[in-house]
């Protein structure tokens, strides 16, 4: 049986889902006794998730245009060699029963100069699929449980530097809000200070500030919710006084947030959800919960409620329709397509958004978790970073590194290792190790 014929009789019993199923087709193709080159090929294709989006997103009868642009996109996203795109997009066409003329017959590979390469506008950076996602709103659910240290908009990626030490965030001239060229070509400082749960949109940043007071062997802490212009001006504070702002999650003209108010607090107001226009204006208390790993999305709020032992709640942006979904103690919350991932320190796990069938993706102690693109990333083993498949397959470590708190943007993987500072970046792949910034003490 040809590669081709294989998938395609592998498509028709059981449906496009097989795309999402590596370990399957590869063991049906080792039973067809197709050559080892082969199956290899298939299984690079298979295993490369920004691929795989491409082709699922392809329309459902692609022009053959369409289709070139596809492979294309998919070997600059992936960094595969066209060459093996090409031979595996063969396969996967046929599989979805496409017509192609892009190979001549029984050839198993087309020369890169019979693909026409789309045209971009000069200085108009591509977007990447993360940040294709992110277009109403100012961050992923996965990073802003994850402190936003990171934010991708518009060819840039901004990120804030600071260390867990008052005293040496307090004279060290690297701290602050900072942003680079995608290429890494430039680097500019936004503004100083201490900074986290950062999202980019609309030409705006919004974030908070973290202010300290140290007395004696006491610290005072408090937050301020604020937003500047990407270049720095127009620094504003739209909430000031509570002991904590925590999970902003900025989307359209909303910004939501968790509050919560103690002995630090400059103002008499309790703790909850809150959401406010991004312009300042009608500050709104959604709820009196206190929400950890706040994730806004599709007029919903998901969070873990902090004094009902961290079970998993939701409820609408407008404060109707308060439900419990699961009985689990839930960290790390992403919602992502049609399920919720949490880890609870016993493994990692995926609900549906109605609460329903509840599944156990890994079975391992885990912390941080952070989905995109079909994959999971977090943190385990000693606090090593991790990614697996949300099937639970491909169970991959990216770094030896013991890792404090990551994020991800575009094809890159952000973090900080523990006892140190330094922010690094390392591929989604587990390659290219780089130094993003140093923080000098």
Not at 1 to 7: D, F, K, Y
Not at 304 to 332: H, P, Q, V, W
Not at 362 to 376: E, K, L, M, T
């Amino acid at each position: 049986m040809e590669p081709g014929e294989a998938l395609k009789a592998l498509v028709a019993e059981r449906g496009k889902e097989i795309l999402l199923n590596v370990r399957s087709v590869h063991s049906h193709l080792m039973d067809c006794r197709i050559e080892s080159q082969y199956r290899t090929q298939i299984k690079l294709f298979l295993n490369t998730a920004g691929l795989r989006a491409i082709i699922q997103s392809l329309p459902r009868t692609p022009s053959r245009v369409e289709q070139r642009q596809a492979i294309i996109r998919a070997a600059d996203d992936t960094g595969y060699p066209e060459d093996i795109v090409h031979r595996a997009a063969q396969w996967i066409f046929a599989a979805l029963g496409l017509e192609s003329d892009i190979y001549a017959p029984g050839g198993l590979s087309a020369p890169t100069n019979q693909i026409a390469r789309p045209v971009q506008a000069v200085n108009t950076p591509a977007q990447t699929s993360m940040e294709a996602t992110l277009a109403d709103r100012g961050n992923s659910v996965g990073n802003i449980v994850n402190e936003g240290l990171v934010a991708l908009r518009d060819g840039w990626i901004y990120y804030t530097s600071c260390y867990n030490n008052a005293n040496a965030n307090a004279y060290n001239s690297t701290v602050g809000l900072w942003k680079f060229r995608a290429g890494g070509s430039e680097r500019k400082l936004i503004q100083s200070g201490e900074y986290r749960d950062v999202n980019v949109i609309g030409g705006w940043i919004y974030c908070i500030k973290v202010e300290r007071k140290v007395k004696y062997d006491d610290i005072d802490v408090y937050h301020l919710l604020c937003k500047t212009r990407c270049d720095g001006s127009d620094f504003e504070v739209l909430d000031s006084g509570a002991a904590a702002y925590n999970y902003i999650n900025v989307v359209g003209e909303w910004v939501y947030y968790s509050c919560h108010y103690n002995k630090y607090s400059k103002n008499d107001v309790s703790s909850g959800l809150y959401k406010i226009k991004t312009d300042g204006r009608y500050k709104t208390k959604i709820s009196d919960d206190f929400g950890h790993f706040t994730n806004v999305v599709d007029e919903w709020i998901y969070y873990s409620k902090a004094d009902d032992n961290f079970k998993l709640y939701r409820i609408r942006t407008d404060g109707y329709g308060r439900t419990k979904l699961s009985d689990d103690i839930c960290g790390e919350i992403n919602v992502n397509a049609d399920w919720i991932y949490y880890s609870n320190g016993g493994g990692i796990f995926k609900i549906r958004l109605n609460g329903a069938e509840r599944v156990k993706i890994i079975d391992a102690r885990c912390s941080s978790i952070n989905v995109a693109d079909g994959w999971v990333y977090y943190r385990g083993d000693g606090c090593k970073l991790y990614k697996v498949r949300v099937d639970g397959s491909f169970r991959t470590k990216l770094t030896e590194h013991y890792i404090r708190r990551f994020n991800l943007a575009g094809d890159w993987v952000y973090y900080i290792i523990e006892r140190n500072p330094d922010l690094y970046k390392i591929r989604t792949n587990g390659t290219d190790r780089i130094l993003v910034h140093k923080f000098a003490i």
